[in-house]
């Protein structure tokens, strides 16, 4: 062991003195330095203690390493531990401190008042001068491809010079930038859309003369099995459809789920029967499950993270325009005197799968799974088209490109977490997940949501006035999706969501109030409050649950833990839309009461929560 100049080396007493020999270290000016071989202690520290004095070492190193030109270089300016740590306690003095000073400090003779100035020597360690972020993985290593120019198809460019105005860029580089990015927004909105306009098109279907001839005048829980087995194909579907979309792509993922989608709608619009309606039902639930969990997915990942809140809230919005759309086509086809009046709205379903089908052969795939699956010359050109204009050699595009490349890598290292090791690391996390989800469906939306048009006539609205009346709501309900679209990321989901459920208990309340007391004025005032109510839930509980689980999840167990929370939801929603017309017949008033319990408890969850 050789040591840098200096008149001398005092040994701390702690370790056990040998024989004194003398050396000389060559150095410009020969000083003669008296040296002592150091023994070991009677009893070596164990392997913890060991690794504390390891760290030292590294803390140390990376300070001495500073004054640099010196021959003294090597030693440590004041020479005590805990000065060089910067008035930090040396770590190792805090474990060792009770095992030796018992056995060598508290040895006869020994003074431990009296210790002498300790001075300590510190090897180099220039390669622990800076520590790395993510060690294993060097960002700026990371090669970047260079693709072959990509060809513009005729479709892209129509879009791009339809949205931008510029011919001659949309001909060398398409659809780009923000553009391209609310495009794909909107338009995988429409998976969402679908889910929105199958939960209102039954509201207003289960009211009609026709319908109720046409199934034998089907009883409340026929009504409730009807309208809420499409939960049960939703929740099957979003319990698998996060693997497979890792599998098969976001985009095929959308394009599978429209198809199967459409397939339902058709059956139930074509029905001939009740176990033809409920098959149609289950079928369509299946393609709205896999598109509710995996649009999400898909537009968390092509989403900048400074607004993928607003995006977020966009595609809520989305929802309730298919709900409030919903609403609209069963009013005006209730003036349809035939089977007609509730086959159209079923068949308008159709429509809307095949248009989002055919739209995913032209939305480009997430930049994150194709550089999950090693496709990174294509990866590069989506990252381009997002971040960069469509320049591969845009800096922030490539950056963009190292980012997302090395946490794909860093979780390979780390590998696939299991369902028993996601339980027991982030239970905390995924609690939060998925009782966001749940409780956004026990909070009672889906009780306006699938018989708006019943809980208007317990009011005293009748036939196809309380479906009118469910359509004005639906305007304010989709007007009430704006706001958070510019507020979600300056006032954060937390806020948002407490105010929400607040709000919500005293709608609820108000309504359970107004319908018990059954006063001439309760027709309005419990329109009045059911639009506050649609209002508080859809600036609230409506968007941010889905926002929250891609958010809080690490990447690591983010498929799992959303399917899992989107599950929750399905299940919840699936015991709403069974039990409701059940319970509004046995429990009438009370049934608002219930669930303005439960907005509660979603009060108590906000707070106790700390994402």
Not at 201 to 214: A, E, H, L, P, R
Not at 275 to 297: D, E, H, W
Not at 542 to 557: D, M, N
């Amino acid at each position: 062991m050789y040591f840098a100049q200096k008149p001398r080396l005092v040994v701390p007493r702690l370790l056990v003195r040998q024989p004194a020999t003398t050396g000389t270290i060559p150095s410009s000016t020969s000083v003669p330095i008296p040296l002592r071989n150091l023994g070991s202690p009677r009893h070596p520290p164990d392997d913890h203690s060991t690794s504390l004095l390891h760290e030292s070492n590294e803390k140390a190193g990376r300070r001495s390493s500073d004054s640099a030109g010196s021959d003294f270089s090597l030693w440590s300016d004041t020479g005590d531990l805990a000065e060089q740590l910067a008035d930090e306690e040396d770590p190792l003095q805090i474990k060792l401190r009770g095992s030796f000073d018992g056995e060598v400090l508290g040895a006869p003779g020994s003074n431990p008042a009296k210790r002498l100035t300790r001075h300590v020597h510190y090897l180099p360690q220039d390669h622990l001068e800076r520590k790395k972020p993510n060690p294993g993985v060097d960002k700026e290593a990371i090669r970047i491809p260079e693709p072959p120019p990509r060809k513009i198809s005729r479709t892209e460019y129509l879009l791009a010079v339809v949205m931008t105005g510029n011919r001659s860029r949309s001909a060398s580089h398409g659809l780009t930038g923000k553009p391209l990015l609310y495009f794909t927004s909107v338009f995988v909105s429409l998976g969402v859309f679908l889910f929105g306009y199958d939960q209102g098109v039954m509201s207003g279907i289960i009211t009609g003369s026709y319908f109720k001839d046409y199934f034998n005048q089907p009883t409340r829980a026929e009504i409730g099995t009807m309208v809420a087995i499409l939960e049960v194909g939703a929740l099957v579907a979003s319990l698998g459809v996060g693997r497979i979309g890792d599998m098969i792509g976001r985009r095929k993922t959308i394009l599978y789920g429209s198809a199967v989608f459409f397939v339902g709608g058709a059956l139930q619009a074509f029905s001939t029967g009740m176990p033809m309606m409920i098959l149609g039902r289950i079928i369509a639930g299946l393609g709205v499950g896999a598109l509710s969990t995996i649009v999400p997915v898909y537009q968390s990942e092509i989403s900048p993270p400074h607004n993928r809140g607003k995006l977020a809230c966009i595609e809520f919005t989305g929802n309730i325009s298919g709900y409030a759309a919903s609403v609209w086509v069963d009013y005006f086809c209730s003036f349809i005197p035939s089977d007609y009046a509730w086959r159209v709205p079923l068949a308008l379903q159709c429509f809307m799968g095949l248009l989002l089908g055919v739209g995913s052969l032209i939305i480009c795939e997430s930049p994150r799974w194709l550089l999950d699956n090693d496709h990174d010359e294509e990866g590069i050109v989506v990252i381009a088209n997002l971040y960069g204009g469509g320049d591969i050699h845009n800096d922030k595009a490539r950056q963009e490109y190292r980012e997302i490349k090395m946490n794909v890598l860093l979780q390979r290292q780390e590998g696939e977490r299991t369902y028993r090791e996601m339980f027991r690391k982030y239970y905390k996390r995924l609690f939060i997940a998925m009782s966001a989800q749940a409780l956004a469906q026990l909070n009672g939306i889906n009780v306006i949501s699938y018989y708006a048009p019943l809980v208007f006539e317990s009011a005293g609205w009748v036939g196809r006035n309380a479906i009118l009346m469910t359509g004005i709501n639906g305007i304010t309900y989709l007007l009430s999706t704006i706001p958070p679209w510019y507020l979600v990321d300056k006032w954060g989901r937390r806020f948002i969501l407490l105010s929400g459920a607040v709000a919500m208990i005293i709608s609820l309340s108000a309504i359970s109030y107004f319908i018990f007391i059954d006063v001439r004025q309760t027709p309005v005032l419990t329109v009045i409050f059911v639009m506050i109510y649609n209002a508080a839930f859809g600036a609230s509980w409506g968007p941010i649950p889905w926002l929250y689980p891609p958010e809080i999840l690490p990447l690591s167990i983010r498929a799992k833990g959303a399917s899992l929370s989107t599950a929750a939801n399905w299940l919840c929603n699936y015991i709403v839309g069974e039990m409701t017309p059940i319970l509004q017949e046995w429990i009438k008033w009370r049934l608002y009461l219930v669930h303005a319990f439960f907005c509660a408890v979603s009060f108590v969850l906000g707070k106790w929560s700390k994402f």
